[in-house]
């Protein structure tokens, strides 16, 4: 395995484009290239939860395109399994688990490990963002959203770091949400939740980063996933996103995906601690008038 402490490489770009352009001695893809290649993950072992569908999905596929070898949980068996099937034999790894049991998760981050080498890179992505009235929630309710949206993100980071430690470094990426920070009603949980993620982050940055390991989340805006589209999302509610946003386009999972791809890689070797922010403007506070 290969240190972490390494200079980063090359970035490379899939796809037909111009040739990069230097910048600093290091090659720059060219925007509207096919995407970039980050050489430096080719055979890094991957966990990932919550990826059968939606934005876990494509982090499972982006870093299988990497090279990566991919270990992913989730509770969905079935699509689980499907996507699985459809990643290059023997170099990904799908168990169903439920991240709320601690002990079953442990146990799918120890088999991953055993099967493909020690988890160099944690993504930790399983969540749901049910929605729940104020007057509704009840103390089990809360205990349970809490276990689904962020407890295991702890548990993981504190399951992983050792074997990361030992091979001379890792990345763990956490998933936050703006909708914290937009105060979205309905969610208090889930906001509850995902702004610990923050905090979450920057404390294990300072915990972890003698061992080399880095630590940082992704908070993503208004993603569109196959679940938004079958529970939420309208055409009012669509135009009401793309309103709000400065970008006036609708976020994929690609746009997530790359953006793990990056703080995976040792393009990002300096960074830590920092909740990077995918939105697209949406939770940007100044108004036009």
Request: charged share 20%; hydrophobic share 45%.
């Amino acid at each position: 395995m290969e240190d972490f402490t390494l200079g980063a490489k090359r970035v490379r770009s899939r796809g037909t484009r111009a040739p990069a352009q230097r910048h600093g001695g290091r090659a720059m893809a060219q925007a509207g290239s096919g995407g970039a290649q980050y050489p430096d993950l080719a055979d890094r072992t991957v966990f990932v939860s919550g990826g059968a569908s939606g934005i876990g999905a494509a982090f499972v596929t982006a870093f299988a395109a990497q090279g990566c070898r991919v270990a992913f949980i989730d509770i969905a068996e079935a699509a689980g399994k499907a996507l699985a099937a459809t990643l290059s034999p023997g170099r990904a790894h799908f168990a169903a688990c439920d991240v709320r049991d601690v002990i079953a998760l442990r146990a799918a981050l120890a088999t991953a490990a055993a099967a493909l080498g020690a988890i160099r890179i944690l993504v930790n992505n399983a969540a749901r963002d049910d929605r729940h009235a104020f007057a509704d929630v009840t103390p089990e309710y809360w205990d349970d959203n809490q276990a689904t949206n962020l407890r295991h993100h702890f548990f993981a980071a504190q399951a992983v770091a050792p074997g990361m430690a030992a091979a001379g470094g890792g990345v763990i990426i956490n998933l936050g949400s703006v909708a914290w920070m937009r105060g979205r009603p309905q969610l208090a949980g889930y906001t509850t939740a995902k702004a610990g993620i923050a905090g979450l982050t920057r404390t294990l940055a300072r915990e972890l980063g003698g061992m080399n390991i880095r630590v940082n989340s992704i908070v993503p805006g208004a993603v569109v996933t196959e679940r938004q589209k079958a529970l939420w999302l309208s055409p009012e509610q669509e135009q009401a996103f793309l309103d709000q946003q400065c970008l006036k386009f609708r976020l994929s999972e690609s746009d997530v995906a790359r953006t793990a791809l990056f703080l995976a890689s040792d393009e990002a070797r300096g960074i830590t601690g920092q909740s990077l922010i995918v939105d697209a403007g949406l939770a940007q506070t100044s108004v036009v008038v």
